[in-house]
Structures are given as C-alpha cells and as structure tokens.
T-cell receptor, first 113, second 116 residues
Framework: NAGVTQTPKFQVLKTGQSMTLQCAQD?????MYWYRQDPGMGLRLIYY???????DKGEVPNGYNVSRLNKREFSLRLESAAPSQTSVYFC????????????FGPGTRLTVL | AQSVAQPEDQVNVAEGNPLTVKCTYSVSGNPYLFWYVQYPNRGLQFLLKYITGDNLVKGSYGFEAEFNKSQTSFHLKKPSALVSDSALYFCAVSSRGSSNTGKLIFGQGTTLQVKP
C-alpha cells in the first residue's frame, strides 16, 4: 500500500521545455490535488479534481494544465516552463465524503533554468 | 477571504520543555482544521485534525491541538519536546461551503527547532 506516489523526484528543465508530473494514489480517494511549495508561502493550490472526470483551477493555475486520467491518476503538465515555476510540487489525495484529510506524495523538486 | 495565519516563522525550544506552535484562521461556516509536519526533503505527514466535538484533539507522536472557536485558533502543543520534533509545521483549514471540494488552505509554515 504505497499511498500517494509521484514521479519524477527531481527534474531540471530549460525555459520553454515541457514536462508532465505524474501522481497516483492507491487509497481509493475521490479527490486529488496539485500544490506548489515555495519558501515562506506554504502550499498553494494549482489545480484539483473533486472527482473522476472533473478538474478545477486553484489559486495559482496559470502556466499549468491537468488531466484526471482515472480515479487513481492525476497528472500536471507544464507546456512551456518558466523560471517562476521553479518549486517543489506536491500531489495530494483526499476523501471529501469523509473528513477532508489529505495525504501527500513525496514531492517533485523542479528547477527551470 | 478565507485564510490561515501562522504568526511565527520559527519557534525555538529546549528539549524536554513544552512547545506551542500557533495558528489562527478565518473561514466561513464550521471549519475542519489540520496540522501537518514536513521533515527535510520529505512530503507532508498528517498529524491531527479537528472536525467536531472535544476541543482538545490528540494526534501522532504525542502532539495535541486545542480548538478555540472564540479566538479562531488551533494551536499545536506537546508537553515535552524532542530533538527529533525539529521540522516544518503547517496548519491548514478545509473550507466547507456550498461546494464540498475538500480544498485545504495552508498557513505559511512554522519551523520548529528543538535544541538539546
């Protein structure tokens, strides 16, 4: 039972390159979330998926797209990376039919040069 | 606007002493409140939550938190700190309005430093 997994763990991109961050959960939770963590700013929500087949913007969606592939998987895509997207990205999974407790993956540390 | 504030960037405490990490919130309706801990180069780990009921909730690793509705606070406490408690702590609130999305609003984090 792995919980929430993310790949890759580290990535370095050049400005303008694209990439997809992968997230999968085996907790059977209905909702999944993508956050970015920057020093002194806590976690900020990029996009979320309240249930399979739906996605919505969070606080900082610009420059990102998401896909809820199925109940287990929720990917985050950077179409044209910018240095401002240098951050640590966390995927979360939670059950809104319960207590909203979210569980998080280990994170992806992304550097855009 | 809904928000969470952690007024201290860093809290320093000696091992064996009690610790408190402060959190205040502003949301509409009844909040669900959470504390998470992040060790260096790791993801966030769930510590405890308040949903309803007893204002004092107990969580992992000997931590507890007290919900105070009148002061809109949810401070994290531990009677006796350990060096291994040194980490980054986040307070979060779930805003349950008309649409139940389970989104969490996080504070900016407080670094806890426990010295031997």
């Amino acid at each position: 039972n792995a919980g929430v997994t993310q790949t890759p763990k580290f990535q370095v991109l050049k400005t303008g390159q694209s990439m997809t961050l992968q997230c999968a959960q085996d907790m059977n939770h209905n909702s999944m979330y993508w956050y970015r963590q920057d020093p002194g700013m806590g976690l900020r929500l990029i996009y979320y998926s309240a249930s399979e087949g739906t996605t919505d913007k969070g606080e900082v969606p610009n420059g990102y797209n998401v896909s809820r592939l199925n109940k287990r998987e929720f990917s985050l895509r950077l179409e044209s990376a910018a240095p401002s997207q240098t951050s640590v990205y966390f995927c979360g999974a939670g059950d809104t039919r319960g207590t909203d407790t979210q569980y998080f993956g280990p994170g992806t540390r992304l550097t855009v040069l | 606007a809904q928000s969470v504030a952690q007024p201290e960037d860093q809290v320093n405490v000696a091992e064996g002493n009690p610790l408190t990490v402060k959190c205040t919130y502003s949301v509409s309706g009844n909040p669900y409140l959470f504390w998470y801990v992040q060790y260096p180069n790791r993801g966030l780990q769930f510590l405890l939550k308040y949903i309803t009921g007893d204002n004092l909730v107990k969580g992992s690793y000997g931590f507890e938190a007290e919900f105070n509705k009148s002061q809109t606070s949810f401070h994290l406490k531990k009677p006796s700190a350990l060096v291994s408690d040194s980490a980054l702590y986040f307070c979060a609130v779930s805003s349950r309005g008309s649409s139940n999305t389970g989104k969490l609003i996080f504070g900016q984090g407080t670094t806890l430093q426990v010295k031997p």
